[in-house]
């Protein structure tokens, strides 16, 4: 039987330059882990048992830290279980950048629990099959759309009234969960790098139409959407360099979906992404699916899966033992078809929703969005298990946009409600990071 145990602990501060006076432009961040990872022999093999746990805050107000756990998982006989990293993953965020997490699968940090079992072939070549926790962003349900008030208005109603779409809302429109995602990749990893190709199922499953002009009375009599399956594939590679530094590396990943674009953005955690600079806005709702009408009113859709795509690439750059550079770029984008986006413009108030199904956007409102980063970390190595980080990095939101290019937008807590201009949003971004590995 083997016991082994370390920990980390990291300290970092960054600062952008949202210009909102209400917005906090430095934040302190720091936490600290701790690994505990057992093992002992059995007749099939190792059995291993591993569990992080750890302390953080992420506070200007000097608050006490968190607890928190980010694995726990038992390894046996090829098999996973627990709360690991998902199969989909290739490209490590954490390895390659520290802020700009939105355009990639990566399960990071937090980790995501897993049932899976990996093959070995020999040569550096496996196989895994996984069964996951569903990755769900927001099936949104436009309601009748017939009197769109706008983005972010007064209505206490998610999407899924007459009343239009609300910003910051917490219903995600899905239904129980049902069936886990089903994950497999094909991965290779020899001395030239590493290369892996995955794949996911995911079931599309919304709750239920609204009556014409009731989003609440009589679920059941209302009917649903049929189910849809979604899907996501990737592709991913990791090239090392000696020929140009010892330890040098470039890595990539690229990503599509369909009606699981969670896989695609796995920090998406708001139905919208949204920013403002004076009175410009830019937004982008971020999204599964979309369905809308009322069984009462005779325009009830299917289910309108959204398509995304992402992509990573970073190569780092070792000076030498105790210096090495990373250049990362990073690039996500969110689709909707003519259906879709003729739904959402119709109940934020930017075309004709009368019957859900057949409603048609004004000329110009165009719901599809796009985000985009790029940055450069600098890293000093101290010691082997002691670093300090510097990164700066810009990003761009390439927003959404209405027929009229303004919108109506309700008072979100830190801006007035009003008329603002649609504008695409960018951001510049210093964060700095200390980091120490213990071993008792």
């Not at 010892?246 to 955690?269: I, L």
């Not at 920013?275 to 410009?280: E, S």
Request: glycine residues 14%.
């Amino acid at each position: 039987m083997a016991y082994g145990y370390n920990g980390s602990m990291t300290s970092e501060f960054w600062s952008n330059n949202t210009n909102n006076r209400t917005t906090d432009n430095l934040t302190w961040r720091y936490k600290g882990t701790v690994t505990v990872d057992a093992r002992n022999q059995t007749e099939y093999g190792t059995v291993r048992s591993y569990v992080a746990i750890g302390a953080s805050s992420n506070s200007n107000d000097g608050e006490g830290a968190g607890l928190y756990a980010n694995r726990w998982f038992i390894q046996w006989a090829g098999f996973t279980f627990g709360h690991a990293t998902s199969f989909f993953d290739f490209y490590s965020i954490g390895a390659n950048q520290f802020g700009f997490a939105g355009a990639s699968s990566d399960s990071g940090d937090g980790g995501w629990d897993v049932l899976a079992y990996t093959a070995q072939f020999g040569n550096g070549l496996s196989a895994s099959i996984s069964a996951e926790v569903q990755r769900r962003t927001y099936i949104a349900y436009t309601g009748t759309g017939a009197a769109g008030l706008g983005l972010g208005t007064t209505s206490a109603a998610y999407p899924g009234s007459a009343t239009g779409l609300a910003f910051g809302s917490v219903g995600t429109n899905y239904e129980g969960h049902d069936y886990p995602d089903v994950v497999a990749n094909l991965r290779i990893d020899q001395a030239w790098g590493s290369a892996q190709i995955m794949g996911a199922l995911h079931n599309v499953a919304a709750t239920y139409y609204g009556n014409a002009g009731s989003f609440t009375a009589g679920a059941e009599g209302r009917g649903h959407p049929s189910d849809k399956l979604g899907f996501a594939v990737g592709g991913g590679i990791k090239l090392n360099a000696p020929m140009i530094g010892p330890g040098d590396y470039f890595q990539a990943e690229v990503d599509y979906t369909q009606g699981a674009s969670r896989y695609a953005n796995m920090t998406a955690s708001v139905w919208d992404y949204r920013a403002y600079n004076g009175n410009n806005f830019g937004f982008g709702m971020n999204t599964d699916a979309v369905y809308g009408g009322s069984v009462a009113g005779g325009g009830a859709s299917n289910l309108e899966l959204t398509t995304s795509w992402a992509a990573n690439a970073a190569y780092t750059h070792f000076w030498n033992k105790s210096w090495k550079t990373t250049l990362w770029g990073s690039y996500l984008t969110q689709k909707y078809n003519s259906s879709a986006n003729a739904m959402l413009c119709s109940s934020i108030g930017d075309g004709n929703g009368a019957n859900g199904t057949f409603a048609v956007a004004n000329a110009g409102c165009d719901m599809n969005w796009s985000l985009w980063g790029v940055g450069l970390r600098t890293q000093w190595n101290i010691t082997s298990d002691f670093y300090l980080g510097l990164e700066v990095l810009y990003a761009n939101l390439d927003s959404a946009s209405t027929s009229t290019g303004t919108i109506a937008l309700g008072s979100n807590g830190s801006k007035p409600a009003g008329a603002y201009t649609i504008q695409d949003q960018d951001i510049w971004a210093v964060r700095f990071r200390a980091h120490k590995d213990f071993y008792p």
